[in-house]
């Protein structure tokens, strides 16, 4: 089993930068991809990025492309979320997932995730 806790979340303004963690423990998630999802107000779950087990490759939603970096330190069993460039539009509970041990691509697919955290709030003030 692997626990996932979220992080870093808070009321922010548009333009604001935002630093979201993923704290892992358990059993190690550093062989696995791991990803960050969102739920906006009133909306479907819907994917933001995700990394391979050992960071090499990264994959993004088109709407956070070049504002959102997503990174992660094994070492620390810790994943990252790196916000810049923030919109009202980002305002979501955000969430951290894990695939399964030995699942080592990042995959855009909620379902393709075994293990999730349970969300930290990020608020976009216009």
């Known amino acids: 089993q692997v626990q996932l806790v979220e992080s870093g979340g808070g009321l922010v303004q548009t333009g604001d930068s935002l630093r979201l963690s993923c704290a892992a423990s358990?059993?190690?998630?550093?062989?696995?991809?791991m990803g960050w999802f969102r739920q906006p107000p009133g909306k479907e779950r819907e994917f933001v990025a995700a990394?391979?087990?050992?960071?090499?490759?990264?994959y993004y939603a088109d709407s956070v492309k070049g504002r959102f970096t997503i990174s992660r330190d094994n070492a620390k069993n810790t994943g990252f979320l790196q916000m810049n460039s923030l919109k009202p539009e980002d305002t979501a509970v955000y969430y951290c997932?894990?695939?399964?041990?030995?699942?080592?691509?990042?995959?855009?697919?909620?379902?393709?995730?075994?293990?999730w955290g349970q969300g930290t709030q990020v608020t976009v003030s216009s």
């Open positions: 990394v391979s087990w050992s960071g090499g490759s990264t």
């Open positions: 997932a894990a695939r399964s041990p030995y699942y080592v691509s990042p995959s855009g697919r909620a379902h393709d995730y075994n293990y």
């Open positions: 358990g059993r190690t998630f550093s062989n696995a991809a």
